[in-house]
């Protein structure tokens, strides 16, 4: 969301003067620093957004209300929260819009109260930085991806920890079905060029779809049982991000060979029964 044209070194344009905040009509919260996440709160009147520890700029998570003009012609956010301690790594937004669950490099949790900015609770389950969160279809539950191996499962209101998914390397991006509500999760793992290169010279790889590799392939587990039950192959190269289709019935997944693939789910998938 930063803005180029206004840094000095930033070639402009023949014939258009330089951007900034003021010049830029609509633009909400033009900053210097680079913006790491963002989303509408659930009547889509409020846009949260927090910005990296970067180039001497601390982390702030802010909040601007569309509903005001001030607010976006004066680049002036209703609330700005300070994150000194830890910069923050993924944010959603809570039920009713209430509050933002923020995850952490440090791998701590914690809510922010959407009208006051008082952080609401804290906790910290995972050990590393936390890659991604997503919710539930519901918003009473949210799924996060952390470096320490693990996907976890909370409570969205009390930040309860209720599952933990565990893999051989870090998660990139976690995802939960829409349908089914105590049986499937999606999660990928990421996979360094290191070690995907001595996998690349134990398995052979032909060609990218007919790809082999256990570990660039995204997983599903049972939600209740915290046990896997199946792949899909497809991507060459780790794959940084995954999301339900809002029926259920498929699923996108982009990765690192410059891909964004969408993979339909076929009828066995709806008729799987897990054996505990």
Excluded at 66 to 87: F, G, H, T, V
Excluded at 189 to 199: D, V
Excluded at 207 to 231: Q, T
Aim: aromatic residues 12%; negative net charge.
């Amino acid at each position: 969301m930063g803005l180029p044209g206004s840094r000095p070194g930033i070639p402009q344009s023949p014939g258009h003067p330089p951007c900034t905040p003021a010049s830029v009509p609509g633009q909400a919260g033009a900053t210097w620093d680079g913006e790491r996440t963002c989303g509408f709160d659930f009547g889509g009147n409020i846009i949260m957004f927090s910005t990296d520890k970067q180039m001497g700029y601390q982390c702030f998570v802010s909040f601007f209300d569309l509903r005001d003009p001030a607010q976006i012609e004066n680049n002036e956010p209703y609330m700005k929260i300070p994150c000194s301690d830890s910069k923050i790594t993924s944010a959603v937004w809570g039920p009713l819009g209430e509050f933002i669950i923020a995850g952490h490099e440090s791998g701590e949790l914690n809510q922010f109260s959407a009208k006051s900015g008082e952080q609401l609770s804290n906790i910290k389950e995972h050990t590393k930085q936390i890659n991604d969160i997503q919710t539930s279809r519901d918003m009473t539950m949210f799924i996060t991806a952390s470096k320490d191996n693990t996907a976890k499962l909370f409570d969205c209101t009390s930040l309860e920890h209720l599952k933990t998914f565990r893999t051989e390397r870090p998660v990139n991006s976690a995802a939960l079905s829409p349908i089914f509500d105590h049986r499937s999760l999606l999660l990928e793992e990421s996979l360094n060029m290191q070690s995907l290169l001595e996998e690349s010279l134990i398995v052979p790889l032909p060609a990218p779809c007919d790809n082999v590799n256990p570990f660039l392939s995204p997983r599903f587990f049972h939600l209740a049982f915290e046990e896997e039950f199946g792949r899909v192959k497809g991507h060459f190269g780790p794959i940084n991000s995954v999301a339900f289709h809002p029926d259920g019935k498929s699923y996108s997944s982009g990765g690192e060979d410059g891909y964004v693939r969408i993979h339909y789910f076929d009828p066995q998938y709806f008729e799987f029964e897990f054996e505990a």
